[in-house]
């Protein structure tokens, strides 16, 4: 099953925009790219989802070319409590299955 | 949130011993999942659930089981517990296919 690859760690200031690239070069016809943050000790909450250009929501926007190969996802202007692990599981197409990989732990400093 | 509930939220149990971890929604989804997550490894789809009876498995199913009696609850079992599945079990359950899954709070779980 195809995993997403992303950058392990990441560290930036509050008032900073956040890009989080992810990889998903095995990407199929019918997956979805997702992403969803996790903080310690609660499960992974839903950030925003898309399949090709951009979409937007109140939190985030999610960026995917046009080969789907990848997809960034970006947080305007993060404050502290966007301190967490960022994943963007591949949704497996007509299954609802998602397919994880290890996460980016971003922090937030001061 | 969602409303979904995990019990028990901590257990610790021996090798060898059955164990059953309970997820519970007020939601009315149609569709439920287990997946357990381990240090370096992100989450892993253990089952998941289309319906009432109606389930499958992800890709660590080996030693679990599931059930579903009822919409509102999906039961993962272990027939007999082993210290390689010590870990964080989380729950998750969305409408359909293609919608985003709201996840419960997990189960963390220690088999000595």
């Known amino acids: 099953l195809a995993k997403t690859t992303q950058p392990i760690s990441m560290d930036s200031y509050e008032g900073q925009e956040v890009n989080i690239t992810c990889s998903h070069n095995?990407?199929?016809?019918?997956?979805?790219i997702t992403w969803y943050q996790q903080f310690p000790s609660q499960g992974p909450r839903f950030i925003i989802q898309g399949y090709k250009t951009k979409v937007t929501n109140e939190v985030a926007s999610l960026f995917i070319p046009a080969d789907r190969k990848s997809s960034t996802l970006s947080l305007p202007r993060v404050s502290l409590s966007d301190t967490a692990v960022y994943y963007c599981p591949l949704e497996k197409g007509n299954t609802g299955k998602l397919i994880f990989g290890q996460g980016t732990t971003l922090q937030v400093k001061p | 949130d969602a409303g979904i509930t995990q019990s028990p939220r901590h257990k610790v149990t021996e090798t060898g011993t059955p164990v059953t971890l309970r997820c519970h929604q007020t939601?009315?989804?149609?569709?439920m999942y287990w997946y357990r997550q381990d240090p370096g490894h992100g989450l892993r789809l253990i089952h998941y659930s289309y319906g009432v009876k109606d389930t499958d498995k992800g890709e660590v199913s080996d030693g679990y089981s599931v059930s579903r009696s009822k919409t509102e609850d999906f039961l993962l079992t272990l027939e007999s517990a082993t210290s390689s599945q010590t870990s964080v079990y989380f729950c998750a359950i969305s409408k359909a296919d293609g919608q985003p899954q709201h996840f419960g709070d997990g189960t963390r779980l220690s088999i000595l």
């Open positions: 095995n990407i199929a016809t019918n997956d979805y």
């Open positions: 939601e009315n989804h149609r569709y």
